[in-house]
């Protein structure tokens, strides 16, 4: 029985582990879906939302470009006029222009050079030296003597957004500059786009970071100090950046770190509705990161722990009530429900398996028979008999003990199955099986008084010998007990004991 439990449950831990993890892997996979599906919404909602803040921020840049503009172009055609007056540029008192107009001012000479300004980091800035694209495109606003105004685009040294606006000095000589630091202005407050990438990043967890690039390469949104050029990223950023602002489609790689952690940056370009130089086409750079998603199959695997444990322990619960259940229905079917001892159907499980085993010392087999029994019945009642029975069975119980196994087949026919055992072996558990009968007729009530016992023993002979054989020369020896006067033994093939 013991095996029994053992093995159902180890069944039902077995059963309980395949049908959690059945069910957890199924509904993480699920989850997966579900998180992609809802994180694919999220990269959605987030990027259109930035897209639509940029185009409200660009209009509304664009119409303080055009306001702005136009004064920045009367500034600079009175600085041309007063150039055609006094063209020794150096004894210009441009503090005192900048004093009428606000406006910090820019004098550039035929190298792109700074060479005055009230602007005083950037007095000596080389656009020649460093951004040779940009010096080309002075050069050809230089010789066309045009006026020319830049959108709100990132300073080359201080990395702040600033409005730009050009004009050539008669003679080409120079080119005359004026600026205006976009952050001083109240409409660039109202409508700036980094407070809505502030507010994106608080409300989005797996939401790292938001960045604006133009077409130069550069962060319109860098911090003071901040290097804000890409020259410092790796070569798959730059990479990214650049197929972003060539195709104008969205490009994305991902990093793998520890932890089944990722973070996925993605190149969402965008295009100005109005030409705004350098910045007419941008790309928002997006980093995004997974926490969420492991946070949610994290408390799965601490749910599949949970539910197992629960499993298990309903497992135990189930055992405890199924072996209840089979421990009465085994009693049922091993025992005889009177006596208490085995009956015939698990006698003859037990024999079949003892010979089966083929061991060196062989199966002994005693078969005990209640003399004059049906005389207690008759005289005295079925009850009266049925208590015989019952303490016949402890008798031969208490006589085998543990060196073997106590069956009755019906009526008062009993069995003793002795296994290991020898010929002298049978014989002594014989006598004492007569002996304690005889002891219990001594004092005992009138029905004990009628009866006596037959023994009849026999021993395994052969290694393919059946149950069958050795019950059979039993029953001749108990029959030969019976024939010799009862209350005596003998033993199958020897001499009569």
């Not at 441009?94 to 005055?116: F, P, S």
């Not at 901040?226 to 991902?254: C, G, N, S, W």
């Not at 629960?310 to 049922?332: E, M």
């Not at 008759?378 to 208490?398: F, P, S």
Request: hydrophobic share 40%; net charge negative.
């Amino acid at each position: 029985m013991k095996k029994l439990q053992i093995r159902l449950l180890l069944c039902l831990i077995t059963f309980s582990i395949i049908l959690v993890s059945v069910v957890t892997f199924t509904n993480r996979e699920l989850l997966r879906k579900d998180i992609k599906a809802e994180q694919q919404k999220s990269w959605e909602l987030i990027e259109n939302h930035i897209l639509s803040d940029m185009t409200i921020i660009d209009n509304a840049h664009y119409y303080f470009d055009s306001v702005v503009s136009e004064q920045l172009e009367t500034e600079l055609r009175k600085m041309a006029a007063l150039y055609e007056e006094n063209p020794d540029v150096s004894k210009w008192d441009l503090e005192a222009l900048k004093a009428q107009h606000g406006y910090e001012i820019y004098i550039l000479d035929e190298t792109n050079t700074v060479i005055h300004t009230t602007f005083t980091s950037d007095l000596g800035l080389s656009f020649s030296a460093c951004c040779s694209k940009f010096s080309a495109g002075l050069d050809k606003r230089r010789l066309s003597g045009e006026y020319y105004s830049d959108a709100i685009n990132i300073s080359t040294t201080t990395g702040e957004l600033w409005k730009y606006s050009y004009l050539a000095t008669p003679d080409k000589k120079y080119l005359l500059e004026l600026g205006l630091n976009a952050s001083n202005v109240d409409l660039f407050q109202k409508f700036n786009f980094f407070k809505t990438a502030t507010d994106l990043n608080n409300k989005y967890n797996d939401l790292l970071e938001v960045r604006i690039l133009n077409s130069g390469g550069y962060y319109l949104d860098a911090n003071p100090g901040e290097d804000y050029k890409i020259k410092h990223e790796d070569e798959r950023f730059k990479e990214a950046y650049e197929k972003a602002l060539q195709t104008m489609e969205p490009v994305e790689y991902t990093d793998q770190l520890a932890d089944g952690y990722m973070e996925i940056s993605r190149f969402i370009p965008y295009q100005a509705e109005q030409v705004r130089g350098a910045s007419t086409k941008r790309v928002i750079y997006m980093k995004y990161g997974n926490s969420n998603e492991l946070a949610s199959l994290e408390r799965n695997i601490q749910q599949f722990w949970l539910i197992l444990v629960i499993a298990i322990v309903t497992s135990l619960i189930l055992l405890v009530v199924i072996s209840g259940i089979l421990t009465k229905t085994i009693r049922l079917a091993t025992f005889d429900p009177l006596t208490g001892v085995n009956n015939r159907a698990s006698y003859v499980n037990v024999m079949d398996e003892l010979l089966q085993r083929k061991r060196k010392d062989n199966v002994g087999l005693l078969l005990v028979d209640l003399d004059n029994f049906k005389q207690v019945n008759d005289q005295y009642g079925h009850m009266e008999g049925d208590r015989v029975l019952v303490e016949t069975g402890a008798i031969l119980k208490n006589v085998v003990k543990k060196e073997g196994i106590v069956a009755r087949f019906g009526g008062d026919e009993f069995a003793i199955v002795l296994p290991n055992t020898t010929v002298d072996r049978i014989e002594a558990i014989a006598h004492e099986v007569l002996q304690a009968f005889r002891m219990k007729k001594k004092g005992a009530d009138e029905a004990w008084e009628v009866l006596s016992i037959s023994v009849g023993g026999a021993l395994q002979q052969e290694e393919k010998e059946t149950e069958a054989m050795l019950f059979t020369r039993a029953d001749k020896a108990l029959y030969q007990s019976k024939n010799r006067g009862k209350d005596c033994y003998t033993m199958y093939g020897f001499a009569d004991k």
